[in-house]
């Protein structure tokens, strides 16, 4: 038979990105096209210590169906982390633990959008946040990210275009793809202009643990008042990507509509890895697993940068980040789809910039450059063959 | 601030029956109210055994983000077993892992509904699906269930009536909440009218590996020829509930389509786990493991059936289910809402018939009985608390 597609999902594509993945079967390729963390970032042995516990003495807990709202232990101590380190989540609002930090998005899509609702974001974003906002047929306005943030005029002319707008998306610490923290100052200005157009923030931090240079920027969610951020994150670059363990934590009234939304989604997120992210925070900690991360990024990415000033010098512009897993490298005026394919030809792996422009075959002089992967051999050897098309 | 939920999820509220786990503190309450499979059914021992290897072998692959059709080997063996004792699923179509079957349900139902579209279901149906297709604002239509499957004439009388309906929604093995299992008559006549209507069927089976009396019926996607079956199911019932893994079989172009919804809304499952269940598979098969559990619940559902026989008689109705979890209870006249108060009043905890009608607040005079997981004794005390309220 011939099928009749939702008008959410009919123009849907597969993501670009992931897409490659499935491409990068040539082993004489280097990539710098991947978003994963590093395999050593992985505390295997910790994870399987604690893993074996629980099939000692919990099996019968992890096998079954949990609640949708997430294992309560592991629940608290997010709360408690976030509380700790980052000064963010109060009395007021309630955390639900997620199938990684997708779902949590695509549920606040889903809870607060209806379709030509307008999202806005910042140009360049997160193909994966795009993509689920698209999956509710929502209008998508990019908004132009300078050094320091999001362009605030710019966003404050699109709060006024599109009265509908439903959401701020934001990543505001080490962006995806751009590497760019938000200032405090535009922080503020952000929060502020969606306090007087009345509108939500959705501020996704899945990387703001992987600080490796610099000084911690307050959360939007910290600074907010009156219950108008929704914070996500995961522990798919900390622990473990595969696991798919994430959580939204905002306003209870909020959240509790994503319970219910989620319970029909997948029920709740795999029990098993819920209990052993809960007893590796338990056993031992999240800081010491976390600042050996951030050692072994803060090193590549030097290792990248360094070679990028050696060897690409004035040819391209490329952001600095203080952390995070990504570098966004522009030559202006040239054509990043462009640039990506004279990349993989010969024989490195980027993601055209235009992969995360909220306009889709948007134009973009940019590629977005991965050095959390890659040996450092590979780094050295990959900047080499990427200059020499520049 | 005031929050605006979408059109879609306003007025959604928690599911009946997962709401019920929570209340079920009191030590004292017989619960026949869950759809849980028994604890006895987790193979335990075995599943550590292949955790360990994958622990030791793979861990770098199970700790990393996977492709979202799924882990290939697990794909494969589900195809292979689908064929070999099912006769289902064919070189037309392509299978994916999903986060337990409710997330084929949910990404089958954003695939192909427009809000308003309509979607046929049996009445009595499972909740989860209910729930899941009212996330999208779609209209739910529901036909009778009789005792060897939906009213024929009534499925077609819905058909006519809305002509925007896209998908028949069905249980046809051990229905959840019904235990009934269609006749084969009743599926062809199903799939007749689907193609003179051209429909969809959702074809949910989460149930049918668990036969302990009587003999397998042909699925109706094995029964179909041109490609308008969608067929889900999962392993909740089988390995463990907890993990979260399930599939849906089905047309390449649909599942392709599944594929880029998926990829969006948690971008794929668990990796360790779908390792998991696929190197159970291949040490030592799910033959062996599923037999135990059958003869498990075909004890449990025989001594329900026998206390009930014994202490409520002619005093209700009740089906006489062949696999599966569930015995539906039907006090002709009287009210389901008021039987399952009273019943726990009386400490035993069941679940009203009018959470599984598909217009909310519906009537039913009937209650589900699950016999998977209390003990022996459990089902011999509840079964007289139940009777003491007939």
């Known amino acids: 038979m011939e099928f009749m597609f939702s008008n ?14 499935k491409s990068l ?29 629980i099939f000692a003495t919990q099996a019968s807990v992890a096998f079954q169906y949990g609640i949708t709202e997430g294992y309560p232990r592991l629940r608290e101590q997010i709360k408690t982390r976030l509380r700790e380190r980052f000064n963010t989540g109060t009395d007021d609002d309630e955390l639900i633990i997620t199938t990684g930090g997708q779902q ?44 320091d943030g999001i362009n605030i005029e710019a966003l404050e002319n699109a709060l006024k275009a599109n009265p509908n707008t439903k959401i701020i998306y934001v990543i505001p ?46 959360t939007i969610k910290s600074l907010d ?35 219910v939304v989620k319970q029909v989604n997948d029920v709740h997120t795999n029990q098993f890895f819920q209990m052993v992210a809960s007893k590796f ?3 031992y900690g999240l800081d010491e697993h976390i600042d050996f991360i951030r050692g072994l990024y803060r090193d590549k990415c030097n290792l990248m940068l360094s070679e990028l000033d050696k060897q690409v010098g004035d040819k391209a512009r490329y952001t ?59 780094i050295i050897e990959g900047v080499k063959r990427l200059a020499s098309i520049l």
Chains 1, 2 share one sequence.
């Not at 959410?8 to 993945?21: C, W």
């Not at 793809?177 to 931090?205: M, Q």
């Not at 595969?242 to 905002?250: A, E, T």
């Not at 030809?345 to 889709?360: L, Y």
């Open 225 to 259: 008042t009156d219950g108008r951020v929704l914070y996500c994150s995961s522990f798919s670059k900390i622990l473990s990507a595969g696991m798919r363990i994430g959580f939204v934590c905002g306003p209870k009234e909020l959240v509790q509509k994503i319970v």
């Open 25 to 53: 079967s040539d082993p004489n390729v280097i990539s710098f096209a991947a978003g994963n963390p590093s395999p050593l970032s992985f505390p295997v042995e910790k994870m399987k210590d604690v893993a074996d516990e």
């Open 8 to 21: 959410k999902v009919k123009d849907m594509k597969p993501s670009a990105i992931r897409e490659i993945f």
């Open 320 to 378: 600095r980040p203080e952390g995070g897993l990504f570098i966004w490298l522009t030559v202006d005026g040239a054509n990043g789809d462009e640039l990506a394919k004279r990349a993989i030809e010969n024989k490195v792996a980027v993601v055209t910039g235009s992969s995360f422009n909220p306009i889709q075959g948007g134009y973009s002089p940019s590629i977005r450059l991965n050095y959390s992967t890659p040996s450092d051999e590979q």
């Open 104 to 147: 949590g998005i695509d549920l606040c899509a889903k809870v607060l959008c209806n379709e030509g609702d307008t999202v806005i974001c910042e140009n360049p974003s997160f193909i994966g946040a795009l993509n689920a906002f698209r999956s509710y047929n929502t209008n998508l306005v990019g908004v132009d990210l300078e050094d």
């Open 173 to 218: 610490t080490f962006q995806n793809p751009a590497g760019i923290t938000t200032s405090l100052e535009k922080r503020k200005a952000i929060l502020d202009l969606a306090k007087k157009y009345n509108v939500l923030i959705l501020e996704d931090n899945p990387y703001g643990e992987l600080r490796f240079a610099g000084e911690d920027v307050p």
């Open 281 to 283: 925070i338990d056993k």
